[in-house]
């Protein structure tokens, strides 16, 4: 059964190959989650380049791990993100090992916004504005979905309320 206070994980860039994939880790068993492979978690604010292996001490891959303490992450709750190559080997293998850990969870499509804005860290509006910044084609939606997310209609709006 699901629940707020499991820890949850996804990619957070594009499926594929890349150069870079990113995987994003919240929650209280985030800071953990290093040490699966035999890493360890940064200091919060700091990227440490660090070597992941498996259970049998193959290495998966060299990645950047880079922690935020909550309260001060995107969704107020201990984030760890791997920022690793993007192959699809590695990131599968990766996300391969997450899933198998008690506790962590692969994230349903918008929960770690469901989660910025259950702790506070952003409100409807600013939910909004960040799936417009993700859906913009053109540099005008995207000056528009930032303007929206600097507060271009909830200023007036809580001006009116007071």
Known sequence: MKSEADTIFALATPPGKSAI???RISG???????QIF?????????????TLVDGKGAVIDRALLL???SPRSSTGEDVVEIHCHGSIAVTKTLLAVLAGLPGLRLADAGEFTH??????????????SLADIIDAD???QLAQAWSQMQG????????WRQ
Do not use: W, Y
């Open 152 to 159: 271009a209609l909830r200023d007036p709006v809580t001006k």
């Open 28 to 34: 209280d068993r985030a800071t953990s989650v290093p």
């Open 67 to 69: 922690f935020m303490a």
């Open 115 to 128: 989660r910025m804005f259950h702790n506070g860290k952003t409100d409807l509006l600013g939910v909004e």
């Open 138 to 140: 053109t540099s005008r």
């Open 38 to 50: 035999a890493a360890k978690c940064p200091e919060p604010g700091c990227f440490a380049f660090q």
């Open 21 to 23: 994939a990113v995987i």
